[in-house]
């Protein structure tokens, strides 16, 4: 089968849910959020917004808030997360990417996994690791998180499609072998 260094790369990328405390560079960040921009999207009309979060302390702050949404949550599980003192949705990376849109689009969920994608793919080829957060994607609505993420300078019409969390993988961490299911793909002649 015919590759090249982008193919190696989608079949590279892969979710990392543990990272070491290092900061990756602003320069980095820049090149990746680039990428995003390029993705394509409904139109060309660019309704979405990345809002990246380098600081820890923010980052804990979101997260604090994330868990007040959780903890009035009616379902077990969702409550549990909101009580837990050790809960993190972004797995302490140093760096996250709240990816949003204007949902009155149709497609702003399709605009923003394109986004995300790129996202990924552009962080990997940096030798950098990532993994969806779709935490506020629930949450995004609660009041409290609301008021947060408007201070953080996400736009107050938007819905949150998804975060990244963005930054380097513990080496002490395995991350399992990935195999794909089979009889996902058709082709016609
Ligand atoms: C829409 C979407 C939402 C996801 N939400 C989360 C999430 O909240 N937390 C998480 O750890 N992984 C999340 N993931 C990552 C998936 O679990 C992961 O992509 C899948 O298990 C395949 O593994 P891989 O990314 O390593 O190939 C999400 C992925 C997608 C596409």
New binding site residues.
């Given amino acids: 089968m015919k590759t090249n260094a982008v193919l190696e790369n989608i079949k590279a ?5 543990a990272y070491t405390s290092e900061q990756i560079a602003r320069e980095d960040l820049q090149v990746i959020l680039e990428a995003a921009t390029y993705a394509p999207n409904g139109m060309h009309l660019e309704t979405w917004h990345f809002t990246a979060i380098r600081n820890a302390d923010k980052l804990v702050e979101l997260n604090d808030r994330i868990k007040g949404a959780f903890a009035k949550s009616d379902e077990p599980r969702i409550k549990e997360r909101g009580q837990s003192q050790t809960y993190c ?1 972004y ?1 302490h990376a140093p760096t996250v990417v709240i990816v949003s849109n204007d949902p009155t689009q149709w497609w702003a969920a399709m605009d923003c ?1 394109c986004a ?1 994608e790129n996202l ?1 793919l552009a962080a990997r080829s940096l030798g950098i690791a990532s ?5 506020l ?1 629930t949450t995004c609505d609660d009041p409290q998180v609301r008021e947060y993420l408007t201070s953080l300078g996400v736009p107050e019409g938007h819905r949150v499609y ?1 975060c990244v ?1 963005l930054g380097y993988a513990d080496p002490q961490t395995l ?1 399992k072998m ?1 195999t794909v299911k089979a009889g996902t793909v058709t082709i016609i002649d």
């Fill in positions: 990328r892969r979710s990392v849910r949705c797995y996994a995300i990924f993994c969806w957060v779709n935490q994607g998804g969390a991350i990935k």
